[in-house]
T-cell receptor, first 113, second 108 residues
Framework: DAGITQSPRHKVTETGTPVTLRCHQTENHRYMYWYRQDPGHGLRLIHYSYGVKDTDKGEVSDGYSVSRSKTEDFLLTLESATSSQTSVYFC????????????FGQGTRLTVV | KNEVEQSPQNLTAQEGEFITINCSYSVGISALHWLQQHPGGGIVSLFMLSSGKKKHGRLIATINIQEKHSSLHITASHPRDSAVYICAVNFGNEKLTFGTGTRLTIIP
């Protein structure tokens, strides 16, 4: 199994509070992604990174920010959580982004109350 | 718009049956991925292909580039195959676009 770990695995937080999710990889893959998974939707890209300090927005980036200060860590921050951000969040890694296999973390279930 | 469509959305079959899940996409792609997600579980990559056919155990994935269509087949299905199967494509860039998944239930 690819070495990719998400933390925390579960979190309940209150509306308006900041939340940070962490994705850690031991594979030295260049590309890292954050997705959210909601019923009735396919996985949707929030943000992705193509190198240290190199990030770009996905299709559902509003209300989220990311940082990648080391190759192995990619952080997703909800600056002020809202109920619409209740979801399951998945991190994924890929060696070169294009035409290479993607490996996924186990997911983080976030509930905003 | 770059889109990925899967069918059927839900599929229930008896143990031992041959299973086919379909994926169609709107424009040319550079690669197509088949993923598996068990209830409450993480997502596992089954196949990545850009042409032809790949086989792993009882699973077979095919792709027809001209018809913009891929199929995932499961032979001699088993209850442990019960999962959501997700098709995802690279539309020529480093991002994946996902289908909404096919929920497969195999009854003993």
């Amino acid at each position: 199994d690819a070495g990719i770990t998400q933390s925390p695995r579960h979190k309940v937080t209150e509306t308006g509070t900041p939340v940070t999710l962490r994705c850690h990889q031991t594979e030295n893959h260049r590309y890292m992604y954050w997705y959210r998974q909601d019923p009735g939707h396919g996985l949707r890209l929030i943000h992705y990174s193509y190198g240290v300090k190199d990030t770009d927005k996905g299709e559902v980036s509003d209300g989220y920010s990311v940082s990648r200060s080391k190759t192995e860590d990619f952080l997703l921050t909800l600056e002020s959580a809202t109920s619409s951000q209740t979801s399951v969040y998945f991190c994924a890694i890929s060696y070169s982004g294009r035409n290479t296999e993607a490996f996924f973390g186990q997911g983080t279930r976030l509930t905003v109350v | 718009k770059n889109e990925v469509e899967q069918s059927p959305q839900n599929l229930t079959a008896q143990e031992g049956e041959f299973i086919t899940i379909n994926c169609s996409y709107s424009v040319g792609i550079s690669a197509l991925h088949w993923l598996q997600q068990h209830p409450g579980g993480g997502i596992v990559s089954l196949f990545m292909l850009s042409s032809g056919k790949k086989k792993h155990g009882r699973l077979i994935a095919t792709i027809n580039i001209q018809e913009k269509h891929s199929s995932l087949h499961i032979t001699a299905s088993h209850p442990r195959d019960s999962a959501v199967y997700i098709c995802a494509v690279n539309f020529g860039n480093e991002k994946l676009t996902f289908g909404t998944g096919t929920r497969l239930t195999i009854i003993p």
